[in-house]
């Protein structure tokens, strides 16, 4: 019996997958694996996918802000003047300065910045100053720096003035001032505004700065002067030679030119000084009673060919022991008539100050006279000189006032009395007496 129940139970299974295999076989499709069929996403798939969304264009915003907030000019400008003011606690005050040069490059009226900047300058003056020593061109680079600083405080102060449309001083500014230039201006007005309260505060750290900076190159420049014993010199000619047409026709050449002596020396911090005062002689020669040649040829009469010159020319040089001479001589000539002069200047290089033969002597005006008569005397006996008078030469130097006698210093180191055509007594004698007084 139970034999009988496993063949009906096998034959049921067999028939069953019989049948299976023919729905199969004689379907219109055959049906896709459960598996291989894509699930459509659940709820919270979906709800997923939009969270990362959302998050990914809040990264890309926030990048984006965080990149324009980054390059804000008032953000760069913290930045940059928080790098300078480290490079200038660590000394480094070439690099504080162009990093504070930067931040003025962001912002021109910050003054953080301008005083950052001017601060570095100072102190790199000051650093310099403290290495050069004694070495003159050391410390005329310092002098150099200390000249920039002062020529960027003077810009800034023409540059809030033309802003502001005010007339401020280097030493001006109360903070009433301050208070008053700040209430004219809009908050929005960000140029104007910024450049007057610039204006009115700058009157405080950078005038001092200023202030200082000026002292230094002042006792700076004071203390190469005196160290210099001696200047090298160049001599230039302008020479304004021609010819002149007299009123019958004749055309005559003339001789017309100065021989300018100047300082070249570029350490020597009084140069421009005395430059200037050698060439006011210059000027005064053209412009003196020569201005025109044709009038000193034209009204002489008949005049040979070459005969006229007119010049001022360079004799001699002399500078040593503290001191530039120089030694020149003034020729006019028209025909026969002739005329010399003396042009010479002696100057102190510690100070620029040009001397007379009383602080060349060291003597007082009594005691200068009476030397000059003693010398002079000495030499028309020495000489047998008979041209001049002696009681007329003496006679002068009595009436002249010691400033005023000329005079030129050696290489030697003496001082030579000079009398030119410009004494009275002297018209006829055509030529310069040079006396020496040692």
């Known amino acids: 019996m139970e034999e009988k129940n496993r063949d009906r139970v096998e034959n049921e299974r067999i028939d069953g997958a019989a049948e299976g295999s023919a729905e199969k076989s004689s379907g219109p499709e055959s049906p ?19 969270v990362l969304l959302a998050a990914a264009v809040l990264i890309l915003a926030g990048c984006a802000y ?41 912002d021109g009226n910050d003054l953080r910045a301008i005083e950052g900047y001017l601060t570095a300058r100072m102190e790199a003056a000051a650093e310099a100053e403290e290495k050069a020593g004694r070495d003159i061109p050391a410390r005329a680079r310092v002098c150099a720096l200390l000249e920039e600083i002062i020529a960027f405080c003077d810009e800034r102060a023409e540059g809030t003035d033309d802003a502001a449309g005010t007339d401020h001083t280097a030493s001006a500014g109360s903070s009433q001032e301050a208070a008053s230039a700040q209430s004219t201006v809009s908050t929005e007005d960000t140029g104007t505004a910024t450049a007057v309260r610039a204006s009115a505060e700058d009157t405080g750290t950078v005038t001092a700065i200023r202030s200082s900076a000026a002292d230094k190159l002042e006792r700076l420049r004071k203390e190469i ?18 010819h002149v047409i007299l009123t019958d026709g004749t055309e005559i050449p003339f001789t017309w030119y100065y021989d300018l002596v100047q ?10 000084q005395i430059n200037a005062s050698l060439q006011s002689g210059k000027e005064a020669f053209f412009a003196g ?150």
């Open 225 to 242: 002067a005196e160290d210099y014993e001696s200047v090298k010199c160049r001599t230039e000619k302008d020479d304004r030679s021609g």
């Open 66 to 106: 965080g990149w324009y907030y980054w390059n804000l000019p008032e953000q760069q400008l913290t930045r940059v003047l928080k790098s300078a003011d480290e490079l200038l606690a660590a000394k480094d005050y070439e690099g504080a300065s162009s990093g504070f040069m930067q931040a003025m490059e962001i």
């Open 263 to 272: 300082i070249d020396d570029e350490y020597y911090p009084l140069a421009d």
């Open 289 to 438: 009673g020569q201005t025109d040649p044709s009038a000193g040829i034209s009204g002489s009469g008949p005049v040979e060919e070459g005969e006229y010159i007119d010049y001022v020319g360079e004799a001699g040089i002399y500078s040593g022991d503290g001191l530039l001479s120089i030694r020149m001589a003034e020729i006019r000539s028209s025909g026969k008539a002739r005329a010399g002069f003396f042009r010479g200047k002696t100057f102190r290089l510690s100070d620029g100050k040009e001397l007379t033969l009383a602080d060349v002597t060291d003597r007082t005006d009594s005691g200068l006279k009476h030397l000059a008569k003693k010398k002079i005397r000495e030499w028309f006996e020495q000489e047998g000189y008979t041209s001049v008078p002696l009681s007329e030469v003496e006679d002068y130097v009595d009436d002249t006032d010691p400033r005023n006698l000329k005079f030129y210093v050696a290489e030697d180191g003496t001082a030579f009395l000079v009398i030119d055509q410009e004494a009275p007594f002297f018209a006829a004698a055509g030529e310069i007496l040079e006396i020496p007084l040692n």
């Open 32 to 50: 896709v694996p459960a598996d291989s069929v894509p699930a459509k996403p659940s709820g919270s798939g979906r709800l997923f996918l939009k």
